[in-house]
């Protein structure tokens, strides 16, 4: 029996979560495995309910499960808090920071009933197939930060710090996921500028020599922001810096239809987290117009990383992949000639696919 924290948060946060959820029963009808889910408030909804956005029971739920699904936290009613307080801070990069989880995975796949579904051309998005590998903990989120006030107005500074040993274990895993895919790793800094940024390119050349097999390329993140966009089937796993990995992920969710489609897991603790790229989208929030697939991905991230469970991973990839194939979308990925669903239809469908596959 495997114990699952489960986090909606905000947001769009409850309306995914429970899609999920769905398809992760339909698997262990199929399987005979047992998951036993446990809800813990987390965000702006442990604000309102307790006045901090990372109450003690959840972390303590999360200590104790063996792995965590995760909505989004944030929206409008929280953002005039003091930094420390927010539930960006004070509970995502707390839990991430609090369970050891340095290695951040997002994978951006196009499921190829999505070419139509990018505003970029078909020809470029065509066979995208890459993921980026996002340093969690370090970096510019988590170097010391500072406001004060001066003689004319004030000054305010992030710093972005990281030891050769935080560089060194995300690059070892870089090489690693890359020799498990299409061997080539692309490690991405702004060394012509950063001085962390030399120390990673040299650090990336240091282990190089223990990963002969994988092929390491270096590219600037300004040039690679672009390259994404022109080119995207060059990549195959891409390593960086936190900053750098929360915005390329974003763009780089166009290139599989949607932001809805990113899912992520967050590894290197005692237990590992799971929660889609995007975040809690207040503006369509309550509108059952969410699409839950970057949540469901996850799930199967979950059984395939924390649980081993390759095949039930395999199982909710191709039951996504039919229901795209036979033309049922939400909003976000709606293109000419498809079905439009809602967010629980959608799962329904998922699930109803895992069930039968
Ligand atoms: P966002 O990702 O929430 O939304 C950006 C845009 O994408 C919006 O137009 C939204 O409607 C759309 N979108 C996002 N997810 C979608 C989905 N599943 N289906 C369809 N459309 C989707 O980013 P934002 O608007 O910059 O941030 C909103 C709030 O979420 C902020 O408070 C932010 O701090 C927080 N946030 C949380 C997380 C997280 O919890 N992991 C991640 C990013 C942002
Ligand atoms: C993400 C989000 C978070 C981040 C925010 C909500 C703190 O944007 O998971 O990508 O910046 O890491
Ligand atoms: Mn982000």
Partial sequence: MYKIAVLPGDGIGPEIIPQAIKVLKAIT???GVRFEFQEGLVGGAAIDAYGTALPEETLKLCQESQAILLGAVGGPKWDSLPPPQRPETAALLALRKGLGL??????AYLFPALADSSPLKKEVVEGTDLLILRELTGGLYFGEKKRERTATGEVAWDTLIYTS???ERILRLGFELARERRRKLTSV?????LITS???RETAEKLAQEYPDVELEHMYVDNCAMQLIRRPRQFDVLVMENTFGDILSDLASVLSGSIGMLPSASI??????YEPVHGSAPDIAGQKKANPLATILSAALMLRISFKMEQAARDIENAVNRVLEQGYRTLDILSEGTTLVNTEEMGDLVRQAVEEG
């Fill in 268 to 273: 290197g603790g005692k237990t590992a987290l």
């Fill in 198 to 200: 030399r120390l990673w």
């Fill in 189 to 193: 800094d702004k060394a012509n500028v």
């Fill in 165 to 167: 040993e935080e560089i």
């Fill in 29 to 31: 009808k199929k399987y």
């Fill in 102 to 107: 340095y290695a951040n995975i997002r994978p």
